[in-house]
């Protein structure tokens, strides 16, 4: 039967459970035992789809196409488990559900409540992913922090579920955290003791208090905690602030988190394989040349609105033994300033995806002085869409080239909707969700970097490249390194004369792994070290697979 691990936390927000959940996930399968992670979040937001990252970060991008919180990336780059919309579960999405069930008589006139209604909704939510996959063990994150109103239907929904699936089919999980207080010169437990009696008087008691903290927790404060939180002491597992995320499943292994959950869940205690995984940490800790690469973005003010492009060039970096430094660029400031004075010394330039006319012309100006200087490029989504602008305005010199999205009456609309999406005027439920076949064009770049002939790739967009302007973008000097099967849409561009410069309708990042970078990025890295060197007059290290 499947066993369930529940993360809460406490405290504060963006302590880490989502990390934690992870980590655990990670530990779970170097044992041979399969997880799936489920987020459960407490905005009525149906999901993140429409939110601004800003607000929330990243939107995260399944394979079944659903628009999902970031944290659902962190669960596949660990566990290396493609996730689906089962789990991603909002408060919008449950209360839709049951008023849905409402409105067709499905309660057969009864008064819909909370209880039993919503936290019923939510248990089968749980339930659903189990069955879908029959994994092991699901590992549940509830969203917010204990003692947020919000959260509290999710929190009875838990709480109900162990007495329907059995007490040792459950296991409770508090994040919380400890503080160093300077002025004291001590650590303080007040704040998980206050966390955890919050959690308790919602009737729920951790099995599983994992202290986030600067510096190694003492003895005495673990006593502590066991006798007033009613924990035993080797089950207060210490999570220390770490250098890499990638390090934390590490410490947590040390810590014995997993062994514990498996003594609490009543399953055998295998030994973990986890030889690969300290290999990457060691290579990551261990680099050999440095390398620089601007991000030109329109929210680079919170950087977890990048979150998986950020990943993915780690990943790369760890391959190719390079030391990642990343230098974030608000495209905004390049429509009124020289990109030299942003751009200057990088490696590589990345342009990522988004939507919106803001900062548009400036990404197009970033694209240009990499084409321009021969620095190597990637661009994603928008990025090749900027792309494709940029090569018709500067070089096929079609007169006010743009993209329909941006400028609905431009004469030249190299980028546009599809046909069938002309009178469609809804942002959600139009564009490209979800993973689709890609077709590599042998003898390009794109088939160098994959290897094969057909990919399969995650995107999230509704406009593409105009086909009227295919004939003058090939007779003009651009490559097309990827089309859909049929070969109507455009997936991949790329200059034939340049030492790196490609860019893709698709989001790769979502597919990057630490243990298998993703060859567009690794491709990216690798000759971000080469122009590097060739510019400090250095050899290049040889890249080495993990």
């Not at 936290?119 to 549940?140: C, F, G, L, W, Y």
């Not at 890499?244 to 988190?257: F, R, T």
């Not at 990919?455 to 097309?480: D, P, Q, V, W």
Request: charge should be negative; aromatic fraction near 8%; hydrophobic fraction near 40%.
């Amino acid at each position: 039967m499947t066993k369930f691990v529940f993360v809460t936390g406490g405290v504060v927000s963006s302590i880490g459970k989502g990390i934690v959940a992870a980590s655990l996930g990670r530990l779970l399968k170097s044992r041979d035992y399969s997880v799936s992670i489920l987020k459960l979040d407490p905005y009525i937001n149906v999901d993140p789809g429409t939110m601004s990252p800003f607000q929330h970060g990243e939107v995260f991008v399944t394979h079944d196409g659903a628009e999902t919180d970031l944290d659902l990336g962190h669960y596949e780059r660990f566990t290396d488990t493609s996730m689906s919309r089962l789990n991603s579960v909002t408060t919008g999405s449950i209360y839709q559900s049951v008023i849905n069930r409402e409105r067709r008589g499905d309660y057969n006139g009864g008064t819909v409540q909370v209880i039993p209604h919503i936290t019923n909704e939510i248990k089968d939510r749980i339930t659903r992913v189990a069955q879908n996959t029959n994994p092991d063990v699901v590992i549940t994150e509830i969203g917010g922090t204990v003692g947020d109103i919000e959260s509290l239907p999710f929190l009875e929904a838990i709480r109900q579920f162990r007495k329907e699936v059995g007490r040792q089919n459950v296991l409770y999980m508090h994040v919380t955290l400890i503080p160093w207080i300077a002025s004291a010169g001590e650590m303080k437990t007040k704040p998980t003791q206050h966390s955890v009696k919050e959690l308790r008087s919602i009737g729920i008691q951790p099995d599983i208090l994992v202290c986030r903290c600067d510096r190694q927790l003492p003895e005495g404060i673990k006593e502590k905690l066991s006798a007033f939180c009613d924990v035993p002491v080797e089950c207060v597992i210490p999570c220390i602030d770490a250098k890499s995320i990638y390090e934390v499943p590490l410490i947590l292994e040390q810590e014995g988190l997993a062994t514990q959950t498996l003594s609490l869940l009543q399953m055998t205690k295998q030994p973990p394989d986890l030889q690969q995984w300290q290999t990457l940490v060691k290579r990551m800790y261990n680099p050999q040349h440095r390398i620089e690469i601007a991000i030109v973005g329109k929210y680079v003010q919170l950087s977890d609105a990048y979150i998986s492009v950020v990943e993915a060039l780690r990943h790369a970096a760890i391959a190719t033994r390079g030391e990642l430094h990343i230098r974030w660029i608000n495209s905004e400031e390049l429509e009124s300033e020289p990109p030299e004075m942003h751009l200057k010394g990088v490696d590589a330039i990345v342009v990522p995806g988004g939507f919106g006319s803001r900062g548009v012309d400036g990404k197009i100006a970033a694209i240009k002085y990499a084409r321009e200087r021969q620095i190597p490029f990637l661009g994603l989504c928008l990025g090749m869409q900027c792309c494709v602008i940029e090569w018709a305005r500067n070089v096929a010199k079609l007169k006010n080239a743009h993209s329909a999205e941006f400028d609905e009456n431009s004469v030249n609309p190299v980028i546009n909707l599809l046909p069938e999406q002309q009178d469609v005027v809804d942002l959600g439920g139009t564009m490209r969700l979800g993973v689709y076949p890609c077709h590599i064009v042998p003898n390009t770049l794109a088939f160098k970097l994959y290897r094969e002939d057909i990919t399969y790739e995650r995107h999230r967009h509704r406009y593409e490249f105009n086909n009227a302007y295919r004939k003058l973008f090939l007779e003009s000097g651009y490559l097309i390194g990827g089309t859909s099967p049929d070969g109507k849409l455009v997936e991949m561009v790329e200059l034939p004369e340049h030492p790196f410069f490609i860019a893709c309708q698709f989001h790769p990042e979502f597919l990057s792994r630490p243990n298998g970078s993703h060859p567009l990025f690794q491709g990216l890295v690798e000759a971000a070290i080469t122009y590097s060197c060739e510019r400090d007059g250095l050899i290049a290290p040889a890249a080495q697979v993990l």
